[in-house]
């Protein structure tokens, strides 16, 4: 691989997608990609940040206010990749904030817990969703992918808080299951959202002459996988999905 | 210098504050200090974070989120120098929550603009602030405060936007230089709540037997050094103080 990837003699070195960045359509699709996971890792730390404030006390803040740095940290990486790339990084990540601002807006935690549960099952959905689509872009985009999907540490401590409240009072388990379903929703419909807005995004699934892509049946394996992973995310807390 | 001042043997081998590290009331008001500083750090990153909503676009975004991470960087440091001193850092930083959180509730920026002098002006004077106590710790500890208190990046992003805002629209400047004023007014009077309720703090400054203290008039120098710090800052923002 190499780090200039615009450059089209250094690109055809490439292996895995040959002359891929010498085709605008997958360049824009690359961007949109980068782009989508970059505001949505911003807008992530500051909804962290947000219901940081709900914590019961200052070491459970501490406790969202590092994920939401390490959310940061990811988003610096994604855009100095839009930068090496050569695209204006926060012209690239403009599109997807109309989405994300929708869903957080539409999924505001009322309280501690449902701000936790957001955390844990909208950072999955999401790195399942980017880790698929990123299976169909060159090697090193991919890697900036993946390490930017890993775990900012919700896992052990969302899983701990929110067992410990369902066993506190096992009535706000119904509640949260909800809540769990409703994020799933909105998620979805948001992902709609942009798969129908940006063609190049699709068209990247879709596939090239040179790159595998999905056909429809793909797709619908796909969105089996993200459900079923929610789920087991869902059963992890404690919830039924 | 030792890593572990709390063991008496080795804390009378530092140099500049030989018994300190075995007096109790010492010990309390280093713990006073840096779990104030942190909290500080800590409620600083969550009002960045609420603050960078605001912001007009992406980029200003990012820059106030990049804020708010450093701050957090740096109260992870503080947090665990408390834990090394076998201080528990959360109840160290417990007395703090109330004065914190009654400053940012009373200096709740109404935009983008005042949210970007309270980032400036409210840091800057508790740097100021923290660094005239820092005087009066061993060394180590001291070195620990000051780099805490390095500039988050705001100092010359802000000035350059709230010039720009001042030169497109000149009356801006008279709102925010009230605002500057408010700021300052609302930091000292809860700076003084503090000292009322902190003994250990106030006997800090106040110095012991071998250790140098600020006497009445000392106090008095130090607040006008603030007060000429503050009127700096704000001449550098194109606003009067």
Chains 1, 2 share one sequence.
């Not at 904030?97 to 955390?119: N, Q, S, V, Y």
């Not at 706000?172 to 998620?187: C, F, P, T």
């Amino acid at each position: 691989m190499t780090d200039t990837p615009l450059e089209p003699a250094k690109a055809t070195a490439t292996e895995d997608v040959p002359v891929a960045f010498q085709d605008p359509m997958y360049l824009a699709a690359v961007f949109d990609l980068l782009g989508a996971i970059a505001y949505g890792e911003l807008s992530a730390f500051e909804r962290l940040a947000e219901d940081a404030k709900m914590a019961p006390g200052i070491e459970d803040k501490t406790e969202l206010a590092s994920m939401a740095s390490t959310e940061f940290g990811h988003f610096c990486g994604l855009r100095d990749r839009l930068k090496e790339f050569g695209a204006e990084p926060f012209a690239a990540m403009e599109p997807f904030r109309k989405p994300f601002d929708a869903f957080h807006a539409r999924t505001a935690p009322r309280d501690w817990l449902e701000g936790l549960i957001k955390a844990y099952v909208g950072d999955g959905l999401a790195a399942d969703f980017y880790r698929e689509i990123a299976a169909f872009v060159d090697a090193d985009t991919r890697a900036l992918i993946i390490d930017s999907l890993s775990d900012a540490g919700q896992s052990a401590f969302v899983v701990d808080r929110v067992r410990k409240a369902i066993e506190a009072d096992p009535r706000v388990g119904g509640r949260l299951a909800l809540w769990g379903r409703r994020l799933m929703g909105e998620a979805l419909s948001q992902a709609q959202r942009v798969a129908a807005e940006r063609d190049a995004l699709s068209a990247l699934l879709a596939g090239g002459v040179d790159r595998p892509g999905m056909d429809l049946a793909a797709i619908g394996r796909m969105f089996t996988r993200l459900t079923e992973n929610h789920a087991e995310r869902m059963a992890l807390l404690g919830l039924d999905s």
